[in-house]
């Protein structure tokens, strides 16, 4: 079974589980642990539609939005304390975005938080909340630590290169250098072995993630003909 057909199968496979998982509606952190794997399965979804086109350039930025969901997915389960923090820093967050609509009314972004109903009403609700939250930051490599996935993080590591201004992975991708000098390749998509390892572990970080919230939730879904499977598709690329 090919990479990207193995990828559409988890897919499928994994939505159609999905009925299996029963949570609390009215705890807040079972709804947040079970949203976030519905936002991994869109970015996988998502990462998959690239897969199948070819334009394997663009994964590494979804593979990154998958890690960092996928850490605070583990992160959330395995501490209790993990929510907090969560929602201490999604208010940080939406109070900096406010402040800066409010100091620059004209920018055409801030329009989007400003037609808000009562802005100050707003703000001082969001710094009231903050106040009652016990007040916390982790870099991102403990936040690794905290969902007991580091390796994870030298992964993250890794596709985070492909985003921000890494001059090596720029060049890797769209520099030649050849006796005459340096040659751009514009919209280059070439596909080697190189260009499928994002999605490999692309793939294995779902499974993994499904596998995490069947257990939380209780479901009994065995996931190890997957992992073989994906064991033996990893051997086939590598070889």
């Given at each position: 079974m090919?990479?990207?057909?193995?990828?559409m199968?988890?897919?499928?496979l994994?939505?159609?589980k999905?009925?299996?998982?029963?949570?609390?509606?009215?705890?807040?952190?079972?709804?947040?642990i079970?949203?976030?794997?519905?936002?991994?399965l869109?970015q996988?979804?998502s990462?998959?539609?690239?897969?199948?086109?070819e334009?394997?350039?663009?994964i590494?930025i979804?593979?990154?939005?998958?890690?960092?969901?996928?850490?605070?997915?583990?992160a959330?389960?395995?501490?209790?304390d993990?929510?907090?923090?969560?929602?201490?820093?999604?208010m940080?967050?939406?109070?900096?975005?406010?402040n800066?609509a409010k100091?620059?009314?004209d920018?055409?972004f801030?329009?989007m938080?400003l037609?808000?109903?009562?802005?100050e009403?707003?703000?001082?609700?969001?710094?009231l909340?903050?106040?009652?939250?016990?007040?916390t930051?982790?870099k991102?490599?403990?936040?690794?630590?905290t969902g007991?996935v580091r390796?994870?993080?030298?992964?993250y590591?890794?596709l985070?290169?492909?985003?921000?201004g890494?001059?090596?992975?720029?060049?890797?991708?769209?520099?030649?250098?050849?006796p005459?000098?340096?040659?751009?390749r514009?919209?280059?998509?070439?596909i080697?072995?190189?260009?499928?390892?994002?999605l490999?572990?692309?793939?294995?970080?779902?499974?993994?993630?499904?596998?995490?919230?069947?257990?939380?939730?209780?479901?009994?879904y065995?996931?190890?003909?997957l992992?073989?499977?994906?064991d033996n598709?990893l051997?086939e690329t590598?070889?």
């Amino acid at each position: 079974m090919k990479l990207v057909e193995f990828e559409m199968f988890c897919l499928k496979l994994l939505s159609e589980k999905t009925k299996l998982i029963c949570y609390d509606c009215v705890d807040s952190k079972q709804a947040t642990i079970a949203a976030l794997y519905c936002r991994i399965l869109e970015q996988f979804n998502s990462c998959l539609v690239l897969g199948e086109q070819e334009l394997f350039s663009s994964i590494p930025i979804l593979g990154r939005a998958m890690c960092e969901s996928y850490m605070d997915l583990k992160a959330m389960i395995s501490n209790p304390d993990y929510f907090e923090y969560i929602a201490y820093n999604t208010m940080k967050e939406l109070i900096k975005q406010l402040n800066e609509a409010k100091k620059y009314p004209d920018n055409p972004f801030a329009k989007m938080l400003l037609k808000k109903d009562d802005v100050e009403g707003l703000t001082a609700e969001i710094e009231l909340q903050l106040a009652k939250v016990k007040k916390t930051s982790k870099k991102m490599s403990d936040r690794f630590d905290t969902g007991e996935v580091r390796d994870e993080y030298l992964l993250y590591m890794l596709l985070c290169s492909h985003i921000h201004g890494d001059l090596t992975t720029l060049a890797s991708r769209h520099i030649e250098e050849r006796p005459d000098g340096f040659h751009v390749r514009f919209l280059h998509d070439y596909i080697n072995k190189e260009s499928f390892w994002p999605l490999i572990y692309i793939i294995g970080m779902t499974i993994e993630a499904s596998e995490t919230i069947h257990t939380y939730f209780n479901t009994d879904y065995e996931f190890k003909s997957l992992k073989d499977q994906l064991d033996n598709i990893l051997m086939e690329t590598i070889n």
